[in-house]
């Protein structure tokens, strides 16, 4: 059974920091892209954070300079690093996997983040 497993959100000031990790299981998380989403209440998910098998990450360009993406391959997690945060990083983050072979994607339930002023 594929799991994705995520925790750390929660509660935190504007400026403040987080960070998410999301635990996989059930999969080849080494064969996996593995992404972080956000989705706002009554928004669209938005892409935060990817990285390849290979290293390669990417970034939207609201998370460059204040957020840092992390896989552990030998312990199948991912972790995504937010600083200064805003109050517009607010919403839903999602852990996401896509095998770079097939396409094949999976998501995690998702991890609520609240930014307060």
């Known amino acids: 059974q594929v799991l994705l497993a995520e925790s750390g959100g929660g509660l935190v000031q504007a400026g403040g920091s987080l960070t998410l990790t999301c635990a996989g299981s059930g999969f080849g998380f080494s064969n996996y892209e593995m992404s972080w989403y956000r989705q706002a209440s009554g928004n669209e998910r938005h892409q935060v954070a990817s990285i390849h098998p290979s290293g390669r990450i990417n970034f939207a360009d609201f998370a460059k300079g204040r957020f840092s993406i992390f896989r552990g391959d030998n312990a199948n997690t991912l972790s995504l690093r937010m600083d200064d945060l805003e109050l517009g990083d607010t919403g839903v983050y999602y852990c996401?996997?896509?095998?770079?072979?097939?396409?094949?994607?999976?998501w995690g339930q998702g991890t609520q983040v609240t930014v307060s002023s």
């Open positions: 996401n996997a896509r095998d770079v072979f097939s396409n094949r994607l999976f």
